[in-house]
């Protein structure tokens, strides 16, 4: 009995440890709870836990933008963007494309940390998955603000630059994105759309084209080269004319400095803002022998400013170049009209900011700014007070009911500074007045307008940079009569008419009119053809260093 009840205990210890057996089997050979997950659900796990550890968050030796990471994330309820259980998906392929690509939009692939994204790229790890899809996105805000707004703050390189750059909200932005359409589109929505930054970005293809073929030939210094002429230096200049398209009739050995390879000079010179007489000088030549590398930062730097730049300037819009000495008006993204102007001389810039044309003055009243008071009137009072009397001015002590003339010859100007001045000065209308017959007024605080000027024969010098920041306009009369037409009663007749009468009149426009004041260094007309213009305000020379990009 007591062996039966022994071998019945045995058995029943036998099935108690094989249903042990089973089980624990079961266990081993059952998945964990994470392995049983989707990898990106895993990382959502992971990117939640990362995002919101009050620890800084950094991946691969880049300091992440945390907060806007959580605010992303968090709306996202912790889902990958650019990951899943794959690997990177069609977005994250798309997007280091754009990145690797970024140099076609004068911006520097380096700065996208390309080689770290190359690092966890292959991984299938969900913890290296996660350290990717934060590296994209954080590149994402990155790229984003740059296309947009440029990878410079304008203000510190420019303290004349007083357009107000528009800001993006790269988090609202990628969750808006529609995430089935390919993700570059998208970005290239962020890019300027100006007709002027789509054609620079076509150059610099051109001329990176050019650069990897070796470039063009340096022209040295030597004797004036004139039509007719044979010289040594004519089949390089041939060469260096064609590669830069000025010249289409293909290189040749001979040395006559013929009309067709003339007339190619006077292109290149114009293009330059070189006094054009197909003539190849030392200017000339300089300006030829410049690298087509510094050519190529010159464009890389003007693409910068235009993403400075409003991006809606209107339908109808004044634009006036400051660095290229020009003035357009602009009808639906086409020139309607276009003149020469004189821009501030380098000691007296003209800033770059934007207001609305309100008025058309005739016969103008001269306020003199206070900067020219103390600077230039003053200094001459002191040697001469008669210099007032002589220039048809005006010397003012108060102001309004209390304005009173004063005799500038009563007057001890030796006593006065720039810190003590107690008079304003006001030169009526009147054939000596430097604003000349017409004034084009658009509110700012620059003092800054539109003007006529007594001094027509400074139009015909390449580089007009002569007055104390004001714009001087070559045709004034065609101006004022375009900015008026939308009154009928307003013909070049009359304008002309109300002129010769000598008294000051305003006249209000019917709409106002947007002006924009830019400083381009590098400009595409609508035919293809680029101008580098010299550097008159020093302004290249420090964007370029905050670019990274050698100034040579």
Known sequence: MAQHYLTYLGRKRLQQLALISIAVLAILLTPSSTQRAPVSETIGHILS???????????????LSQLKLRQLYARHDYRPIWV????????????????????????????????????????????????????????????????????????????????TREEIDPVDLLQKADMDEVLCHTIFQLRPQHPQYQRLRSKLALYREIEASGGWPFIAQG????????????????????????????????????????????????RHGIYTDGMVGNETREAMSIPVVKRIAQIIVNLERWRWVPRKLG?????????????????DEQPVLDMRVVVGKRERPTPVFNSDLMFVDMNPIWNVPRTIAVEDILPRLKRDPGYAQKQGIEVLRGWGENE??????????????????????????????????????????HDIYLHDTNHQELFANPERNFSSGCIRVQRPLTLARYLL?????WTLDKIVRQINTGDYRRVQLGRTL???????????????????????????RELLYELGIPTY
């Not at 080689?115 to 292959?122: A, F, V």
């Not at 830069?244 to 006077?266: C, H, M, W």
């Not at 003339?405 to 030796?414: F, T």
């Not at 720039?418 to 509110?443: S, Y």
């Open 49 to 63: 836990y990362r995002i919101n550890t009050p620890v800084e968050l950094e991946v691969a030796g880049r300091k």
């Open 84 to 163: 899943n259980d794959s690997g990177p998906n069609l977005n994250a392929t798309s997007f280091r494309r754009c990145l690797k690509n970024s140099a076609r939009e004068g911006l520097n692939p380096n700065d996208y940390r390309l080689t770290e994204l190359e690092k966890y790229w292959k991984s299938r790890t969900p913890e290296h998955l996660t350290r990717l899809e934060l590296l994209l996105t954080d590149i994402y805000f990155e790229y984003a603000s740059h296309m947009h707004g440029g990878r410079v703050v304008p203000q510190a390189v420019d303290k004349d630059w007083f357009l």
């Open 223 to 270: 004797e004036l080269i004139k039509p007719g002429m044979e010289h040594e230096q004519v089949p390089l200049i041939r060469k260096r004319l064609s590669i830069s398209g000025d010249y289409e009739n293909g290189e040749s050995d001979s040395l006559v400095f013929d009309e067709p390879l003339s007339e190619a000079v006077k292109r290149f010179q114009i």
């Open 315 to 331: 339908f109808r819009y004044i634009v006036v170049n400051a660095a290229g000495y020009e003035l357009e008006v602009v009808e």
């Open 404 to 445: 009173k003339k004063v005799n500038p010859y009563q007057i001890d100007w030796s006593w006065y500074n720039e810190k003590h001045l107690p008079f304003h000065f006001r030169q009526p209308p009147g054939p000596d007045n430097p604003l000349g017959r017409v004034r084009f007024l658009f509110p700012n605080s």
């Open 485 to 489: 037409k939308d009154d009928t009663t």
């Open 514 to 540: 947007p002006v924009y004041i830019l400083y381009m260094t590098a400009w595409v007309d609508e035919d293809g053809a680029i101008s580098f213009y010299k550097d008159a305000y020093g302004r290249d």
